[in-house]
């Protein structure tokens, strides 16, 4: 079993930062991918971001320019810089990984439990 912990929302100002982070923990042989999806009130959860093992990343168009993506293998986490943060960027973030265990080469997909982003105007 893989478990993911999400840190470092909270509430901000507009057109300021924060930097989520999210590790990964448990049986793991290796992470394929690794993302943050976000999901406001009434709403259907969206991707933000994602990367993969080789470093490639996908972004979605409402965050592209604005929030970066990095991971840091050895530590199994993985970040999302949120700079020139909007109202509108308010939601619930939640990371996602997926690879292999270490337990007889299963494959997993895990989510955390998400952390508040707030964004007053």
């Known amino acids: 079993q893989v478990q993911l912990v999400e840190s470092g929302g909270g509430l901000v100002q507009a057109g300021g930062s924060l930097r989520l982070s999210c590790a990964a923990s448990?049986?793991?042989?290796?992470?394929?991918?690794q993302g943050w999806y976000r999901q406001a009130p009434g709403k259907q959860r969206d991707l933000v971001a994602v990367i993969t093992s080789h470093g490639s990343t996908n972004y979605a168009d409402f965050v592209k320019g604005r929030f970066t993506i990095s991971r840091d293998n050895a530590k199994n986490t993985v970040y999302l810089q949120m700079n020139s943060l909007k109202p509108e960027d308010t939601a619930v973030y939640s990371c996602?990984?997926?690879?292999?265990?270490?337990?007889?080469?299963?494959?997993?997909?895990?989510w955390g439990q998400g952390t508040q982003v707030t964004v007053s105007s």
């Open positions: 448990g049986s793991i042989f290796r992470i394929d991918a």
């Open positions: 996602n990984a997926e690879g292999v265990t270490g337990v007889a080469g299963m494959p997993f997909r895990s």
